[in-house]
């Protein structure tokens, strides 16, 4: 089996054991992505995006978030671009935080997380797709994230990630240089 | 489309849009899964497992983590198993972390979160599949965990949501009861 289906490469590898023996695994082939926590104020707030999930049939509560689909676009050139398109905001300093697979054991999604900081409004987001146009921001204070967790009102993981590691970067946890 | 791989189902869903617009998206459908950090020592230090990810091609480290594949399994009983057959550790104790989908935007995997306590070395992991044949378990620092994310030793998504979590548990910054 090997099949395209939009953005989504999905195939069946034959892999080598450690001795002679072969099994397959189903490989979903992602181009990557990236995810961007927006930092206001001195609290500080941190800009979330509440949008309509169809893989999961419910809206979630997330961080501006998209695709590494736009040929030759540096990760935080991505990151930037989908700050101004869901949150409507540009910034003036991102901040690298971690990077990760989503689900190795049977993609290759790869994600990019930064914090911006020193934001400046801008008059109104520029939607590229469907659920940007109908996604809402809220606004949500940094200290309130584990109670958000708690509550599963914080269910998506490179959004969790992009949080946790903004509140170490802020409280000075993440080692210098990284 | 739709297709069935594995333990996965590929299929194109068409998604009324705000208006009267209609728009497909391929969503990939997974069991779920469960993540679970054991805790072992003072200091304390985490089990990790570094194993073969066919899907990104290399070596990565991991928390114990598995598939919900059985049939009428609680998430908590699966860590439990995991934890027997990934790292040779019976739990005592387990506490829930949280829970998320690890890619909303095309896939409903929906991971289960615990970290483990009190935990008894079993004789030998029970090992169920090939992966799990050739794993190696490595003991890590809790305290080393910002500088394993910010050298990209640890790039999964799960394992470091769970590491964070379980830090914030420990040190007490989780609200009580959740």
Redesign the interface.
């Known amino acids: ?1 090997r ?1 395209h ?4 490469e ?1 195939l ?2 034959t ?1 080598e ?2 001795g002679d ?1 072969q ?6 082939r ?1 181009p990557g ?1 990236v995810t961007v926590v927006p930092v206001l104020g001195d609290a500080p707030d941190v800009l979330l995006v509440r949008q ?6 419910t809206e ?1 509560l ?1 961080a501006p ?1 998209g ?1 590494r689909d736009v040929d030759g676009e540096a990760p935080d050139e991505t990151a930037r671009r989908e700050l101004e398109e869901e949150v409507a905001h540009r910034a003036g300093r991102l901040e690298w935080l ?14 990019y997380l930064y914090a911006a900081f020193d934001l400046t409004p801008l008059d109104a987001p520029s939607a590229a797709t ?1 659920e940007e ?2 996604m809402t921001v809220e606004r949500v204070l940094l200290a309130a994230v ?2 958000l ?4 009102e ?5 959004t ?2 992009g949080l ?2 903004t509140r ?1 970067l802020l409280t000075g ?3 210098a240089g ?1």
């Open positions: 089996m099949a289906s939009g953005f989504l999905v069946e590898a892999i054991g450690p023996e099994f397959v695994r189903t490989i979903v992602h992505a309509y999930r169809a893989a999961v049939g979630i997330e978030a695709k971690g990077e990760c697979y989503t689900s190795p054991g049977f993609c290759d999604e790869y994600a469907a146009a109908v584990d109670d967790i708690a509550h599963r914080l269910v998506d993981a490179t969790i990630v946790l590691l170490a946890s993440v080692p990284a």
